[in-house]
């Protein structure tokens, strides 16, 4: 850290000339990038204005206000904002735990240790973890389906079968539940920092000023915390958002999501005009981009707050 | 009173959280045990392990991520270095490169990736050789937010500049001073940082899925449309696979400032 700070203020004698000497270093670097991130987003971004023939045109974006397409972004967005929502609340609610609400030391190791792996375990095994646990022959499931008892007439009552209720794992519902396995670990991860940059001297403050937990809370603590939390709850949008691997693997694709009509667009499936997938794609980008953009805003608010 | 009402506030969303945790767990643990009726047994586990397709898939996809290690960490050391020793102007536009897969969802990503090389000029889709340049490329770009922070924070905790003037004035060149001085005092980032590539190149689905190669990620995709009780076994082998890897890194880190890192999905 030190040595960090104290390069500061030469880089900043340095930065306005930056000759070329001093850019070498940096080639392979930028030419590993430019091949590979750089030209296939430009690809991206100029194939969503041309036709099938290489002509500029707009006409990819009407592909955008396609019924099928606008449904496919509002089943991915509806996914994304509720288990942003339900995540970031939950998330919350266990930071607020294992730093203010006085949990055993262990219990916090235990939850931020599992917050890390949770946050790192997504992809095709979550949805098999998923499947074993909640699917029609799961182990929740098994275990509500065998709670039985007999009626008057002596036949079997099941009630607590979840499939007889409306639930099913391979549609939304099921989805949702299988991204807030990572969703609310990745809201411990993010969260906890803000709560443990609260100072133990303004609530001490405002309760000798005669505030109540909950004035504490709706006047102090919170005010302080909303760039953190909606920042925080932004970055799990976005990261369910993009996610492709699980709902491929739960639904088999059967769920309309954009990543998965991307998916279906590259194996050349569905979409007479390849060039439409470049206009899908791109309309995830700015999605991605506005999300993005908020998070590094609320980001910088925060951290002026807790470096006070 | 006030505070004992706090603590079962806090125990609620603790336990509640572990439960979260625990019960897909031990759920998805409980059924790869129940392949044979009636018994608790590993034959999901051996069965996943006998199988041939299994063992070629988790080769190559283990082959690329220590091909991908290798590469990404000579692109990213000398590149940290050099930014710290002569251009620390430098370091936010390329801190921003870096995280710029996770602002592009994969998916998307590996689109314009298949557009761009699949085609001339720069057709990289005809050979299983050249795809594997192009697949390897796409590790590296997926992984590179994580490799890139791991060694930037390594980087900060060295002083750089004296290491670089102390090696020059004992007569060391250029290379000399990266691979007996920076690597040696960077191994800990290095490794923290290959660990979390390697995890991802692993569990990787849609790379290897888009561009028709062998790895891992497809194959369970296959299995877990084919088979009940081997998906429990894989999903099961998983989780010991990353928590071994982030169990390493914190071993490895004890004491230092690696952050945990998030996502890569």
Known sequence: ?308 | MKGKRLNLWGWFWAVAAMLYFFVPMYGTLDFSLRMKKGLISLLAYRTVLADSQFLASFRYSAIMGLITVTISVLIFVPTVYWIYLRLPGARPIIEIITILPFIIPVIVYVFGLIRTFSGPPFQLTLTPFKTDILITAGYIVLSMPYMFRAIDVGMRTIDVRTLTEAAQSLGSNRFQILVDVIFPNLRIAILSGALICFATVIGELILGDFLVRPALGPYMVLVGRSRAFEPAALAIMSYALTWICLGLIQFFSRGGSTQQQLTGR
Not at chain 1, 86 to 113: E, K, Q, S
């Open chain 1, 1 to 308: 850290m030190p040595s960090h700070l104290h390069m500061k203020p030469s880089s900043m004698q340095k930065s306005p000339a930056f000759p070329f000497s001093d850019w070498i270093g940096l080639v392979p670097f930028f030419i590993f990038i430019l091949a590979f991130l750089i030209l296939p987003s430009l690809n991206l971004f100029s194939g969503a204005f041309k036709d099938s023939q290489g002509n500029f045109t707009l006409a990819n974006l009407n592909f955008l206000t396609d019924q099928y397409v606008l449904k496919s972004y509002a089943i991915s967005l509806e996914v994304s904002v509720i288990t942003s929502l339900a995540g970031g609340v939950f998330g919350f609610f266990v930071a607020y735990a294992i730093t203010i609400g006085d949990t055993p030391r262990w219990v916090r190791n235990i939850l931020m240790t599992f917050s890390g792996l949770a946050a790192n375990f997504g992809g095709v095994p979550l949805a098999f973890a998923f499947i074993a646990t909640l699917g029609r022959t799961g182990f929740i499931t098994a275990f509500l389906k065998s709670i039985c008892y007999a009626d008057a007439a002596g036949a079997q009552i099941c009630p607590f079968n979840p499939y007889d209720h409306g639930f099913n794992l391979y549609s939304m519902s099921g989805l949702a539940l299988a991204y807030m396995y990572f969703q609310f670990p990745l809201m411990v991860l993010t969260i906890t920092p803000a709560l443990e940059g609260l100072k133990k001297d303004w609530r001490e403050a405002s309760e000798n000023l005669g505030a109540t937990s909950l004035q504490y809370w709706r006047d102090v603590a919170f005010p302080i915390l909303w760039p953190s939390i909606l920042g925080a709850t932004i970055l799990l949008f976005g990261s369910a958002f993009g996610a492709f691997a699980t709902a491929q693997a739960l639904t088999g694709g059967s769920i309309y999501l954009v990543t998965i009509l991307i998916g279906q667009q590259i194996r050349g499936d569905v979409l007479g005009n390849p060039n439409e997938g470049y206009a899908l794609a791109l309309g995830m980008v700015i999605v991605m981009a506005i999300t993005i953009t908020a998070y590094t805003i609320l980001q910088r608010r925060t951290t002026r707050w807790l470096k006070v």
